[in-house]
């Protein structure tokens, strides 16, 4: 394939539906994708074997788990035992909220990025359904993207890097419709924040609660495996 | 001391002179600080133990070293044993820079930061006598330190985050004079890229020479151990 030394992108994918949807989006625009989880020591480790089923079948050339231990600071009901996952929706923003994750995963992909002589960095934030958590809203991508272009050498002698989040104004029922076009099985994603092992979702949790109402709206059968 | 609870900060210690200084010099502006070494994989581990012996020092309340496996990326003579370090100058950016280090480091240090409820990072990153890594510029700090306010809840919420380079347009020799002024004992830090294991430096990588440089023109005796 002639894109593949050409065109290719770093893409989070985390195991849920919203990362699965972009990298079938990134795929069907022609990019060989470099699929990038990040086990930061989240509870639902379930996920990240979801992230690997994720890769396989959306033809990612090549899956990498970089290991970052975040319950090291802790300070997020994802990252900290003693913390529990919301389970009735609250005003502001919600202990789910991981500090500075996306920064540092986007971080992570830059290099690997760089490395790879990639161009393209592609994640499925969004900020419609979404928890409210500013690391997703479309004014931090566009700081992401500015700051890649000074922190890299292929930013400093101009190439331009670019951080894509194709998924960033749509609702969760478009993000169902999107991934349905694309062929994406959502039945091998993970968006619990509390999922067992076997990626059996609690149905409760604020993850839970907008991938049930996406796939309500959409008029979509809802896959979720629940416990 | 009152300072404790109202004036946190963050400060990356590397176990190198720079960041010595950096931490210095933020004790001595009445921070509590909370220093903060990332293990990516470097070749010079011993910078690790460096950077204990620094934060005991320098009055740090906490020292916490965050593993991010950098080796699984790559690309760096620094984290690819494939890649030798280059013991002559070169031009343009050199082979020890390591992809996205920087943006990594410092998001992990946001990270703890919004936990620790710090609004200021510290780090020791320097554009006059370095290596001409990008993400050592003054543009990119202050991307930074953009990114930063809209990345996280602090930011949002109007508190605002900052990010200190208090060395950045500094020489060398400025920053061993700077150094001197607050007391820092440069024989516990190390700054060669290969040192070894009981922290000798080679005396002939990019570091060594920019440090060797630094204590000449400051007219200060060099405590560096070389082998």
Known sequence: MSSESTKRAVVLVSGGMDSAVTLAIARAQGFSCYALSVAYGQRHASELQAAARVARAHGALEHK?????????????????????????????????????????????????????????????????????????????????RLANLATKVGVEGAGMRVQAPLIRLSKAEIVREGQRHGVDFAMTVSCYQADADGHACGRCDACRLRAQGFADAGVVDPTRYR
Not at 110 to 136: H, I, K, M, Q, T
């Open 65 to 145: 788990t970089v290991d970052v231990d975040l319950r090291s600071i802790g300070g997020s009901a994802l990252t900290a035992d003693t913390i529990a996952v919301p389970e009735t929706p609250g005003a502001g923003i919600p202990a789910t909220y991981v500090p500075a994750r996306n920064t540092i995963m986007l971080s992570i992909a830059l290099g690997w990025a760089e490395v790879l002589g990639a161009r393209d960095l592609f994640c499925g934030v969004n900020a419609v359904d979404y928890s409210g958590y500013p690391d997703c809203r479309p004014e931090f991508i566009e700081a992401f993207e």
